[in-house]
T-cell receptor, first 116, second 109 residues
């Protein structure tokens, strides 16, 4: 039990579909992250919401759109994806700023996405 | 560019000791993390080093040399449940985590 939940755990979608991934953290953290994890590759940071400010990775295609309605919830909206977008999408949270010695990130179990 | 290198896969025997190395070149340094990730599960935090030296936590220890851009994770008294991927990550000058591709550790009886 990591305190970070993600739904759905598995998702299969066609290239013309629109879907959303949901992440919720129950740790009272003030920063949330979306990562893409592909086999044998480093974790790729996609988006960060930190202290209510979005920090965006410029290399993320516009077919991925994040939404952070409050400090506990994070969404990743998907539309017109490509087969190469198939991967494990991980959400994480952390407590930024004073009071946390490590500011380590706590991860959810991920959503395994397959794009047909 | 920024780069984290660690071996792709290692094999060790139950009860033995294994050392997983990580070398890094990053824009600035604000700490190094090790995470464990079992297949199909979330990465979980193992250790954090920001000063040179060895940090010990039970069967696991992590070492850092900032001048050499080098760290290792040492696992003692290996158990079958230690079979997992071990991820090295460095926090850079922008406080973003730069990740290695992970080392898959296989434990044999």
């Amino acid at each position: 039990e990591t305190g970070v939940t993600q739904t759905p755990r598995h998702l299969v979608m066609g290239m013309t579909n629109k879907k959303s991934l949901k992440c919720e953290q129950h740790l009272g953290h003030n920063a949330m992250y979306w990562y893409k994890q592909s086999a044998k590759k480093p974790l790729e940071l996609m988006f960060v919401y930190s202290l209510e400010e979005r920090v965006e990775n410029n290399s993320v295609p516009s077919r991925f759109s994040p939404e952070c309605p409050n400090s506990s919830h994070l969404f990743l909206h998907l539309h017109t994806l490509q087969p190469e977008d198939s991967a494990l999408y991980l959400c994480a949270s952390s407590q930024e700023g004073a009071g946390s010695p490590y500011n380590e990130q706590f991860f959810g179990p991920g959503t395994r996405l397959t794009v047909l | 560019g920024q780069n984290i290198d660690q071996p792709t896969e290692m094999t060790a025997t139950e009860g033995a000791i294994v050392q997983i190395n990580c070398t890094y070149q990053t824009s600035g340094f604000n700490g190094l993390f090790w995470y464990q990730q079992h297949a199909g599960e979330a990465p979980t935090f193992l250790s954090y080093n920001v000063l040179d030296g060895l940090e010990e936590k039970g069967r696991f220890s992590s070492f850092l040399s900032r001048s050499k851009g080098y760290s290792y994770l040492l696992l003692k008294e290996l158990q079958m449940k230690d079979s997992a991927s071990y991820l090295c990550a460095v926090r850079d000058s922008n406080y973003q985590l730069i990740w290695g591709a992970g080392t898959k550790l296989i434990i044999k009886p």
